[in-house]
T-cell receptor
Framework: DAEITQSPRHKITETGRQVTLACHQT?????MFWYRQDLGHGLRLIHY???????NKGEVSDGYSVSRSNTEDLPLTLESAASSQTSVYFC????????????FGEGSRLTVL | SQQGEEDPQALSIQEGENATMNCSYK?????LQWYRQNSGRGLVHLIL?????REKHSGRLRVTLDTSKKSSSLLITASRAADTASYFC????????????FGAGTRLFVKA
């Protein structure tokens, strides 16, 4: 079955370190998204991509970067982790258009000490 | 900033009762979607309603959309303990790059 997987599922790191969260989908979806989820804020969009070599900033993109070298993967990099980036990160992809149903991964819980 | 705002923030009901959650948003939309999230899991899409639709059904779910009031409601009929989860509305807009923006969610607890 096609799916979307995130790794690692849990990570603890130190302030200032670079961290990369992986997202891999096997649906061949063009559209991929990264959200972070924090209590009281719901999900906030970090970055998104509508195809290979396309990346766009979301509402909370500072301190994060993404790259899209193929259809299946959209890794999220925290250049220099900060305690404010402790959160649960969700990757999602969509099949139909740019505003269609999103398929989510199971999330990556990141703790920055 | 969030586009959708759910109300109430939390809801506790008995099994068999109906659960109603509301969502209000600020700008014009292309569609509105409802998602469910079980504790510790990813979000799962429940239903999508387009801006030119007023009501949509899927099993025990009924969604209404009032674009003049910029609001939507999700009704879960004959709730079950397994419906215990957080429910999020998400609005998709053509403005600002076709992004889908989520609200903070409603936590539903269904007591057996």
């Amino acid at each position: 079955d096609a799916e979307i997987t995130q790794s690692p599922r849990h990570k603890i790191t130190e302030t200032g370190r670079q961290v990369t969260l992986a997202c891999h989908q096997t649906w061949n979806h063009n559209n991929m998204f990264w959200y972070r989820q924090d209590l009281g804020h719901g999900l906030r969009l970090i970055h998104y991509s509508y195809g290979v070599q396309d990346t766009n900033k979301g509402e909370v993109s500072d301190g994060y970067s993404v790259s899209r070298s193929n259809t299946e993967d959209l890794p999220l990099t925290l250049e220099s982790a900060a305690s404010s980036q402790t959160s649960v990160y969700f990757c999602a992809s969509s099949r139909t258009g740019r505003t269609g149903e999103l398929f989510f991964g199971e999330g990556s819980r990141l703790t920055v000490l | 900033s969030q586009q959708g705002e759910e109300d109430p923030q939390a809801l506790s009901i008995q099994e068999g009762e109906n659960a109603t959650m509301n969502c209000s948003y600020k700008t014009s939309i292309n569609n509105l979607q409802w998602y469910r999230q079980n504790s510790g899991r990813g979000l799962v899409h429940l239903i999508l309603i387009r801006s030119n639709e007023r009501e949509k059904h899927s099993g025990r779910l009924r969604v209404t959309l009032d674009t003049s009031k910029k609001s939507s409601s999700l009704l879960i009929t004959a709730s079950r303990a397994a419906d215990t989860a957080s429910y999020f509305c998400a609005t998709a807009s053509l403005k600002g790059g076709f992004k889908t923006i989520f609200g903070a969610g409603t936590r539903l607890f269904v007591k057996a």
